[in-house]
């Protein structure tokens, strides 16, 4: 058999959409991630970035990348282990330690490979992660990397993690790892209640607060502030690609896990060092965040007024308490049509589709940023309005 016949078989699929002329990914922008992009020559409010705080465009932080650029070039040429750690990488390690009150910090090439090289290198054949059924990919796939076990429990369901947490032999290493907020639907993990049986059963907790970090607490050190929970999360993940303005990623905790990490994890020391631009841009766009806590209240304003909206327009927006609202829809290819529509009424917005979510589930995913205004806002739920009830969604 042809190795390649999976890709005839799956390409199917996305001839029917193009077909449709409906196919909504890799729509190339001609401008910053800002409330208003440029996409094929015209204007479309931004309802798709996960640049929460509006810092991609903000001049000090595209000053530092300029500066770091100028100063280090456009690149490391090699691994962090090896040749490629500049002091620039040590000194932003050392201000996201201070900033979220832990003792150490390892920064990666993405988010994504924070993941993969965390949990694979910690999760040997004497352990067990314990993970929400809606956990981002990355998570999946750095369990699916360690040669320990790995098992989901239904969606925030707390009855049914304490079933797999007892259920689990006591003499396995124990690790529960989960989003923060969910990435999708918006919605967050009650980290009291995993904490709690986290305690209970003697296990070590992960949170993934990529869509967290900038966002929830008085500080913005995400969602374990949030809850007040954060002296009970053993390690804390974070991305620069979303409020932080730049691309990458780390992890937060104790000096002897992240020395650990950094020493064993192969998506870091078989990786190229992250850029001096993007670690120089995260480090000021992390003291921003710091001096400007009136963005993180824009934010909120916007996302409340939007929620509030939405709701009685008619939309489900499910559980989302968080920047991120999802609009159930229901049918793949209707999301297709309705992103579509949208575009041509001059918003974008991120079509969800199985298996990113149940089959059925599908929605149109919509985030917001600081510097929306109401305007912007505005003339988006005129566009939702009258697609929504073109296509049936509402009445």
């Not at 993940?237 to 979303?242: A, I, Q, V």
């Not at 020391?269 to 120089?280: G, L, Q, R, T, Y």
Request: with cysteine; net charge negative.
């Amino acid at each position: 058999m042809d190795i390649f016949q999976k890709c005839r078989d799956s390409a199917s699929r996305t001839v029917e959409i193009r077909a449709a002329g409906v196919y909504p990914y890799y729509r190339a922008l001609s401008s910053a991630q800002d409330p208003v992009v440029v996409h094929g020559g015209r204007e479309l409010v931004m309802l798709g970035s996960n640049n929460y705080l509006g810092l991609t465009s903000h001049p000090e932080v595209k000053d530092a990348a300029a500066d770091a650029l100028a100063r280090y070039g456009t690149g490391c040429a090699g691994s962090r282990l090896l040749n490629g750690t500049l002091d620039l990488h040590v000194q932003l390690e050392q201000r996201l330690a201070e900033f979220l009150g832990r003792a150490a910090v390892l920064i990666f090439s993405t988010g994504y490979q924070v993941n993969l090289g965390v949990l694979s290198c910690l999760l040997d054949r004497s352990d067990i992660a314990f993970l929400d059924s809606l956990d981002h990919a990355c998570i999946i796939d750095g369990c699916r990397l360690g040669f320990g076990r790995h098992y989901k429990y239904r969606h925030n369901d707390m009855e049914h993690l304490e079933q797999k947490l007892r259920n689990a032999p006591e003499e396995k290493g124990k690790l529960i790892v989960v989003d923060g907020v969910f990435s999708m639907e918006g919605d967050l993990a009650p980290l009291p209640e995993i904490v709690e049986l986290k305690q209970r059963y003697g296990a070590r907790l992960m949170v993934d607060d990529a869509h967290g970090i900038g966002v929830f607490g008085v500080h913005g050190r995400g969602t374990p502030e949030h809850f007040d929970v954060e002296s009970d999360v053993d390690l804390v993940m974070g991305t620069f690609s979303k409020s932080l303005a730049a691309v990458g990623g780390f992890i937060a905790g104790e000096p002897i896990v992240i020395e650990h990490i950094k020493h064993h994890a192969r998506s870091a020391i078989f990786s190229a060092a992250p850029p001096p631009a993007s670690v120089a841009a995260a480090l000021k766009a992390l003291e921003i965040v710091e001096r400007e806590p009136q963005r993180r209240k824009q934010l909120w304003e916007s996302t409340d007024y939007m929620k509030r909206e939405f709701t009685r327009l008619g939309f489900d927006t499910r559980e989302s308490a968080s920047p991120v609202i999802p609009l159930v829809i229901g049918d793949d290819m209707d999301v297709y049509r309705m992103t579509a529509k949208l575009e041509r009424e001059g918003v974008f917005a991120n079509p969800v589709v199985s298996p990113a979510v149940p089959p059925g589930h599908a929605m149109i995913r919509t985030s917001y940023m600081a510097t929306h205004t109401r305007e912007h806002l505005d003339c988006a739920l005129s566009a939702f309005a009258r697609v929504g009830r073109e296509m049936g969604v509402i009445p």
